[in-house]
């Protein structure tokens, strides 16, 4: 597509749910990078997608939160277990190579109640 | 990991006005680039800048990579300037400063 696709852009969810955040990159990028951002705040790296390598999860924050991504393609971002803490915009982003200039979708913005 | 230092952390700037922001890091790096956050959350890439300078507009950028410093500039500011503006530094995966938020007032 022409850009970088996220989707829900709101979701609000009760603790202890588990939530499932989408992100389509722009076609013919290899890289995606998922991002957290709470209110006021700067991003916060959680993964990294490079073609079919082994993504860098370094960012994660804890075992509740796992990423997926098909290919080159879409890519899921799944929480477990919500907690309040977890109330932030998350944000997708695809690059044409690693290391190569962000495009950076709308967000999802997350809050659990 | 690496750190990323912004400043100044906030500004507020009359319409016309000329401005510097500065990005320091703490290692070598073959990836930065500049953001801006506008009012509604959207980030939009402003430069790609490893190295040198480049020119936008009313925007240009330098990055002086042995020294571990970038600056954007922001000439004769408008009101759209206002938001949010993010440095990120790395190389493959980015990390992103705290941002300096910037007001421009009519």
């Known amino acids: 597509g022409a850009g970088v696709s996220q989707s829900p852009s709101n979701k609000v969810t009760e603790k202890g749910k588990d939530v499932e955040l989408r992100c389509d990159p722009i076609s013919g990028h290899t890289a995606l990078y998922w991002y957290r951002q709470r209110l006021g705040q700067g991003l916060e790296f959680l993964i990294y997608?490079?073609?079919?390598?082994?993504?860098?999860k370094s960012g994660l924050p804890s075992d509740r939160f796992s990423a997926e991504r098909t290919g080159e393609s879409v890519s899921t971002l799944t929480i477990q277990r919500t907690q309040q803490e977890d109330s932030a915009v998350y944000l997708c982003a695809s690059s044409m190579t690693g290391g190569g200039g962000y495009t950076f979708g709308s967000g999802t913005r997350l809050t659990v109640v | 990991g690496i750190q990323v230092e912004q400043s100044p952390p906030d500004l507020i700037l009359q319409e016309g006005a000329n401005s510097t922001l500065r990005c320091n890091f703490s290692d070598s790096v073959n990836n930065l680039q500049w953001f801006h956050q506008n009012p509604w959350g959207q980030l939009i890439n402003l430069f790609y800048i490893p190295s040198g300078t480049k020119q936008n507009g009313r925007l240009s950028a330098t990055t002086v990579a042995t020294e571990r410093y970038s600056l954007l500039y922001i000439s004769s500011s408008q009101t759209t300037d206002s938001g949010v503006y993010f440095c990120?530094?790395?190389?493959?995966?980015?990390?992103f400063g705290a941002g300096t938020r910037l007001t421009v007032k009519p």
């Open positions: 990120a530094v790395g190389s493959n995966d980015m990390r």
């Open positions: 997608f490079q073609g079919n390598s082994a993504p860098d």
